[in-house]
């Protein structure tokens, strides 16, 4: 059974920095990853899908990273904003997700 | 498309009482998921379905959750008897696979609170 664990759990930043999400997993034998994004109080808007024959997508701002064989991926905010303020998650193969990292970004 | 439509958005009830959550995929889509999320479990995938039928039940909690897709177009989540403990929101969300990849779309959510 797949496990995905999101690290930090919550994290908080000033208003145009970079930052780095994290997220693991059990499984090498990944077919894809899939980053979410959910506001408080809302369901969750997908972000990001790689597929395990990729290796990074980017999207705008985000830019997400796939590494099978340490079993990682990252997802890169640049120049963040306070409305990228939210809870971001992970999902392996579609259907097992992280606990999620809440991020907080200050004007 | 409207996207995948759940209802009720709210529900308050009381113990003992029977639940059923219901939920309208995305037209087309052949994946159907549910998934509860609390506070101290997050996001839990339940049970999921592949062309109206079950694959995997294995995260329902107990017996007194079952789940049915009588058709492409519609899903419910019933709990029979409802205790406090399964208050949380119950996610509906559904995917088709596509190039090898199933890109999930979520429904709002239902908020269950069993008093």
């Known amino acids: 059974k797949q496990e995905v664990t999101q690290i930090p759990a919550a994290l908080s930043v000033p208003e145009g920095e970079n930052l780095v999400l994290n997220c693991s997993f059990t499984d090498s034998a990944i077919y894809n990853l899939q980053w979410f994004r959910q506001d408080p109080g809302k369901g969750l808007t997908s972000l990001l899908l790689?597929?395990?024959?990729?290796r990074e997508q980017t999207s705008g701002r985000l830019n997400a990273s796939l590494d099978k064989s340490s079993g990682r991926s990252t997802l890169y905010i640049a120049a963040s904003q306070p409305g990228d303020s939210a809870t971001y998650l992970c999902?392996?193969?579609?259907?097992?997700f992280g606990a999620g990292t809440r991020l907080t970004v200050k004007p | 498309d409207a996207g995948v439509i759940q209802s009720p958005r709210h529900e308050v009830t009381e113990m003992g009482q029977e639940v059923t959550l219901r939920c309208k995929p995305i037209s087309g889509h052949d994946y159907l998921f549910w998934y509860r999320q609390t506070m101290m479990r997050g996001l839990e995938l339940l049970i999921y379905f592949n062309n109206n039928v079950p694959i995997d039940d294995s995260g329902m909690p107990e017996d007194r959750f079952s789940a049915k897709m009588p058709n492409a177009s519609f899903s419910t989540l019933k709990i029979q008897p409802s205790e406090p403990r399964d208050s949380a929101v119950y996610f509906c969300?559904?995917?088709?696979?596509?190039?090898?990849?199933?890109?999930?779309?979520f429904g709002a959510g239902s908020r269950l609170t069993v008093l």
């Open positions: 790689i597929q395990s024959s990729q």
């Open positions: 999902a392996a193969n579609d259907m097992r």
């Open positions: 969300a559904s995917s088709l696979l596509e190039l090898g990849a199933n890109v999930l779309t």
